[in-house]
């Protein structure tokens, strides 16, 4: 009998079948410490420190849990913020402003694909779910740590090449890299974080879009101010970007540890406090074990080709909009007199509502219950509206275009909560990780495809992709909806099934969750909305 299958042979002799909906999980203490010493022990990160909780009757109060939460925002959650402001770097954006495209002697077309070869299969869609497995088999900060160094080479390198074939290797590499951070800090905000916070740090983190789009802004703001360059200004962005990129490697490898067990600012009290308040979600912590029959509960999910089709049309915008904001924006105020530094600059402001949009609807879903689908369906229909203007509205309104523009920001407020949906509702360790694979197996599509609705004889209005963005949210909005229905109805037949879940079908439930259990199999589980 292999190790993954002791722990499930002594679930069923314990009167617990996997799948079963019509048994209780009522486990004997001296059967679960023999799972923890026979078999899946090793790969169920936290379990000692759930065991031991659960033995003493443990449980976390309101202030130790902000108590846990402020020491993880103070030394986990800020390299998360800053891995993800480093990987989202409109940098082809800024250096198609400084010439780069003319000086590489690249078409319209060819542009197009350099700027979705980040995302193109043999990138960031190859590198998806490798990417993933590594964070699930070895330490994350060492992971992280070393794929940050190798993109941090990769952009430092890009001012060498000097044709077509040189600058799409270089893309396909960095997006083959590139790809372990948003998925990546997917996972890893459930294994740091309670249920109800986990939304609002996700958009935290995912608003460094923002910030990085601001900080980009008036970066190559800056740069374009360099009396006598020694070199092209579009070399710049790449070279101080790839020197960043290479000291925070260090960082990584250096303070961020894999889980809360190995949290050295956490005291041994703490980090059993720390595994408790993620378990209490009933979908464990982190398991190192691949399990098959999680790959087929997620192929066989709804939510799975929910978030796929979402993702895809939400993600033809972005692929519009991160390469090419500046000069859609230099459409939209053609005439108005603004130099293309100042386009920059309106870019970042920008940038700014995107943060402004993730960050009040993180906190929103954080502070009250349920409330994650309505505000996916809120930004979405402000994008919506958005794109409607900027493809209908007259070409002399360039003010409320522009002014319409800023609103598609909100696109990232639909996205982010996706993220959330995962990391608050898949149970099973390898179907959360296969499922987010999947999810960004659809960015990567959708970032491929969004350029090249961008048709260079459409200028300045460009107005297949303003109709391409307006269909494509319509079908995410419609996705989103359809996600929220069905995980409401699931919650009402196990309800009506089962009952609500008492303090001690909790107690189960996490018990459940932290044996690597998927959510189909854990009957007490009930998805949050």
Known sequence: MSALDKPVSLLKDSGFEIGSEDKELDLDPEEVAQVGEKGDDDANVGWHEFSVAKESGLRVTPEQSRRIARKIDLFILPMLCFCQGLS?????????????????????????????????????????????????????????????????????????CTNFAGTMINRLFLGLVEAVVTPGMTILTSIWYAQNEVPFRTLIWCSFNGWAGIVGGFLAYGIGHIGSPQIDLWKYIFLILGAVSLVFSVVLWSFFPDSPVEARFLTQEEK???????????????????????????????????????????????????NFSSIIIKASVHGMGFTTLQTTLLDAASSSGQIVSVL??????????????????????????????????????????????????????????????????????????????VTFT???????????FLIDSEAPRYRTGTTAMLISYVIKTVCHLALGAYMLRSNI????????????DQLEGEEAGMRDLTEFENRYHRYVL
């Open 272 to 322: 059993v406090l720390a595994v408790k308040r993620v378990a209490e979600a009933k979908l464990g912590v982190k398991n190192k074990m691949f399990k098959w029959y999680q790959v087929r509960h997620a192929l066989e999910d709804p939510k799975t080709w929910l978030l796929l089709v979402a993702t895809i049309s939400g993600q033809i915008p972005n692929g519009i909009v991160t």
């Open 360 to 437: 009040v609807s993180g906190y929103i879903c954080m502070r009250f219950r349920n409330l994650r689908v309505i505000t996916m369906t809120l930004g979405n229909l402000t994008c919506i509206v958005a794109a409607a203007c900027l493809t209908y509205l007259p070409e002399e309104q360039r003010s409320n275009r522009l002014v319409a523009y800023c609103f598609t920001s909100f696109q990232s407020v639909g996205f982010s909560l996706s993220l959330v949906m995962i990391s608050n509702n898949i149970g099973g360790f390898t179907k959360k990780t296969f499922t987010t694979a």
């Open 88 to 160: 989202y770097r409109k940098l082809l954006n800024y250096a198609n402003l400084y010439g780069m495209k003319t000086a590489l002697h690249l078409s319209g077309d060819q542009f197009n694909w350099f700027a979705s070869s980040e995302y193109y299969a043999l990138g960031y869609l190859v590198g998806n779910y490798p990417d993933g497995w590594l964070l699930q088999h070895y330490p994350a900060g060492k992971v992280l740590s070393i794929m940050a160094f190798l993109w941090g080479i990769i952009i430092i390198t890009t001012p060498a």
């Open 442 to 452: 659809g960015y990567c599509i959708g970032n491929i495809i969004g350029p090249h």
């Open 493 to 504: 037949k196990r309800d009506r099934e089962y009952g609500k879940v008492t303090a001690q």
